[in-house]
């Protein structure tokens, strides 16, 4: 196929995936039910590789499609399909109408050593049980990463500058929002990874994903096999060179007539740029020339699906104490744990699992999940915890157990989910208002969605908390409605597997009137 | 009485009459008809909750007696909880609906209706059945989430809450109607009338630290005061309250508290879930700050029964 139809159906699709995702991050009104979600968030390549190892072939088949995909098209997922790359397009025609310097890019050979040295060192931790290089590298959370917390505030002011003009004329449809607060340090890496992707891709084309995403450098790796790819048609080339300079991958030798497969997205620039008309999309054709195997890739490959399948049955075999840092001491609330979110079942299980995307934290409807810091250690930056200084988990929600695409935190039916026990309330009476200025308080008992917190009577009129472990799911509400500053007089502490809470038990009131008792 | 006024008075007799006796069953409104009785308080019992304000409200002659043509009204239901009505956590739509319908018809140009929530407030706004009540009757559903929408206040004869934040809303407003659900209440033992206020101002973290029963009673000084409490006691929370715990919480009292005078009111309606009003003490602190009359033997109560 050499029809200049290809680019446009490829910048078609491109730009109806990144609306998509923009929308999936950027839905702060929740307006869009979670289950629209699951197609666009199926076919990204490392959550759903994750879901693959650790769920099994249904959940996780969205990564064996692109593998297919990649087996018959080559690199397509990189431009069609990948928020990231498609962004780094978008910023790369940005940068060409800056300079068109950025826009003239030739041929250039690979950063061999560094992308296998990248993917290789991402393989092996991975097949070590550590998630945080994935999670750093991740084309898709990476993307996520910067949706929630560069995008995100910008939309927020927005609506609320609108908002605020709305009210002046009594209009009330859309309302303020609050934008969350995050701490500053968990700044540090998506700021370092935009200025990375930003500035390479404003004045590289690629280069990022051809040099630094593990995703790139495995599917490229795949690509060296792909049945459809770009080819030259030697009798009709006249090595002008307007190919190569049009290739934002660098990947076009057109003075030997040769394209780099494994670097090659896929975008089609180089078949419109052809005057000759001496490009196309087509079929490998056997025959003339037997591409020489490269036996070290060959083995590279074989290593690596080895170590991916490998992983199921190593994950499971896991049962090693979690070790998680504790928090400053300093602090008078001593949390031993952090708490991870319902459908996570546990600290370890969780950290093995999210990639940090954010995405969770974004759709949080009461902005309960933040990033982490050290949390969860160092390894676990930015993957989210509950923070019950920011807002507490909403006894009747379940957005973030059916949104997340790796499985880091799983489905649960509500009823289930209001059982899961996360955390568990630990109540400091010398805080307590009640006890230090004998008024009457009582915010978190009437916080508690299960009564896991109430009053029982204390002096005269008073009534002081009371917790009970067994029915307290550690939603965190009474953590956040203590208005004791600075340290809380109630708070919870994560526990490192989660547990099932006793239904609370409820007897019938037997309250009736046959005349006013006035 | 001037004219127009008549005019309304005999509209909104006529239209509580038709409604209450498309119900059936009701002979009082028939028997005795006062027109311009004062009363200091009307209990009704044994109705459906918009038949129940339908009688009340004309007991205490007319919401044309509340609101007049043009004016702007704040209606302030509790929709603090997601929780759906069944659960009584929040206050009856339909109580809201009709309230808001007796509004317009009394000539309100707007009718707006909001709460600062305590649960996510756009599930709240939905769940409670609230919203779409209030929308459906053409009112103006208004958020309340954000600090932005508060503008401080003083008052300056209150012990402790001198100064706060209420909603704007509350003051661009002309008049202001409080309807609160009772409750059993974890903090207060019971939430009410004057404790319904939490839900018009931004900082109630400042209440909790500051001596709750005092700011409760204090705010109940501001001068920006609602006209009329409409308490809903159709279903009630006896206890687990505010939130509930399930639908055992709650018990079908079928009753409606409508008074002028939040003491009173929270003083009959901690009767209802056998309470002494003493045991509360922002009911003692109010009455003795001269808020309101907690003695209901010196009060002029009209009782109802349908």
Not at chain 1, 156 to 174: H, M, P, Q, R
Request: net charge positive; proline share 5%.
């Amino acid at each position: 196929m050499r029809s200049s139809l290809l680019k446009k159906i490829r910048q078609a699709v491109a730009l109806a995936v990144f609306i998509v995702f923009c929308v999936i991050f950027l839905d702060y009104r929740h307006l869009i039910p979670e289950k629209y979600f699951d197609i666009p968030l199926w076919f990204q390549f490392v959550p759903s590789a994750i879901k693959f190892v650790t769920i099994g072939m249904v959940a996780g088949s969205g990564f064996l499609a692109v593998l297919l995909l990649t087996i018959l098209t080559g690199r397509t997922y990189c431009s069609f399909l990948c928020p990231l790359g498609i962004l780094q397009d978008l910023f790369s025609r940005i940068g060409g109408k800056i300079k068109r310097r950025f826009k003239r890019f030739g041929f250039k050979r690979p950063h061999t050593v560094l992308r296998y040295s990248l993917l290789a060192v991402t393989v092996l931790v991975v097949s070590f049980g550590g998630i945080y290089v994935l999670s750093l590298l991740d084309p898709y959370s990476i993307f996520g990463r910067f949706a929630t917390y560069f995008a995100k505030p910008v939309i927020l002011a927005l609506n609320n500058f609108l908002s605020g003009i709305l009210e002046k004329f009594d209009v009330y449809t859309i309302a303020h929002v609050q934008i969350p607060t995050f701490n500053a340090l968990v700044y540090l890496v998506p700021a370092g990874f935009l200025l990375l992707v930003g500035i390479l891709s404003l004045t590289k084309g690629r280069l990022y994903c051809n040099s630094i995403c593990p995703v790139g450098t495995f599917l490229g790796l795949i690509s060296k096999i792909s049945l459809l790819r770009i080819k030259f048609d030697e009798s009709k080339c006249t090595k002008c060179g307007r190919c190569a300079i049009a290739c934002k991958s660098f990947c076009i030798d057109f003075l030997n007539k040769k394209i780099d497969n494994s670097r090659c997205v896929e975008c089609f620039n180089c078949i419109n740029s052809c005057p000759d008309k001496a490009l196309s999309y087509s079929l490998v054709t056997t025959g003339k020339k037997k591409t020489e195997t490269d036996s070290e890739k060959r083995n590279f490959i074989g290593g690596l699906i080895l170590i991916l399948t490998g992983l199921s049955v190593k994950s499971l075999a896991q049962e090693e104490e979690q070790k998680v840092e504790h928090k400053a001491s300093t602090v008078k609330e001593k949390k031993t744990f952090p708490v991870s979110p319902p459908g996570s079942t546990g600290i370890e299980n969780f950290n093995s699992k999210c990639t940090a995307c954010s995405l969770c934290i974004s759709a949080c409807p009461n902005n309960v999940l933040v990033p982490s810091l050290v949390q969860y250690g160092i390894t676990g930056i930015m993957q989210p915890h509950m923070d019950y200084h920011k807002g507490f988990c909403a006894y009747e929600c379940t957005r973030c157990l059916e949104i997340c695409p790796t499985g880091a935190i799983m489905p649960l039916e509500l009823e289930a989910k209001k059982l899961t026990k996360i955390g568990t309330a630990i109540f400091i009476r010398d805080n307590c208002i009640v006890e230090t200025e004998r008024t009457a308080c009582g915010a978190c008992a009437e916080s508690c969605p299960t009564k896991a917190v109430h009053m029982v009577p204390f002096e005269g009129n008073l009534t002081i908390p009371e917790t009970n472990d067994e029915i307290c799911i550690g939603c965190g509400h009474c953590e956040f409605a203590c208005p004791v500053v600075p340290y809380k007089a109630i708070y919870v502490d994560g526990i490192p597997v989660h547990k099932a809470a006793k239904k609370p038990e409820n007897v019938q009131t037997d309250l009736k009137h046959e005349d006013f008792p006035f | 009485m001037k004219r127009r006024d008549f005019i309304i008075k005999s509209a909104s007799a006529g239209f509580a009459a038709s409604a209450a006796l498309s119900l059936g069953g009701y002979k009082k409104l028939i028997d005795d008809k006062p027109l311009s009785q004062s009363y200091d308080l009307v209990a009704i019992m044994g109705g459906k909750p918009e038949a129940m304000f339908d009688l009340g409200i004309q007991e205490l002659g007319g919401m044309g007696k509340f609101v007049s043509r043009g004016q702007k009204v704040l209606v302030k239901p509790n929709i603090g909880w997601d929780r759906t009505p069944e659960y009584a956590a929040c206050t009856n739509p339909a109580l809201v609906k009709r309230i808001i319908e007796h509004c317009f018809r009394a000539g309100a140009k707007e009718v707006y209706v909001f709460d600062h929530t305590v649960d996510n407030w756009v599930n709240c706004y939905r769940n409670s059945g609230i919203e779409k009540a209030a929308k459906d009757a053409g009112a103006k559903v208004v958020p309340a989430n954000t600090e932005n929408y508060y503008q401080e206040i003083s008052i300056p004869e209150a012990k402790i809450l001198k100064k706060t934040k209420v909603h704007q809303l509350l003051l661009e407003t002309d008049v202001f109607i409080n309807v609160p659900v009772l409750k059993n209440h974890d903090a207060t033992h019971m939430t009410c009338a004057m404790k319904n206020m939490m839900g018009v101002v931004w900082d109630r973290a400042y209440w909790h630290r500051n001596n709750l029963h005092q700011c409760i009673a204090d705010y109940a000084l501001y001068n920006k005061k609602p006209v009329l409490h409409v308490i809903d006691c159709y279903n009630v929370m006896t206890k687990h309250g505010p939130q509930g715990v399930s639908k055992e919480d709650v018990a079908m009292l079928e009753s409606q508290i409508i008074t002028t005078d939040w003491v009173a009111g929270d003083a009959a309606a901690a009767k209802m879930i056998k309470l002494d009003p003493l045991r509360i003490d922002y009911i003692k602190i109010a009455h003795d700050m001269g808020i309101g009359n907690m003695n209901l033997d010196s009060l002029n109560i009209r009782r109802i029964k349908m």
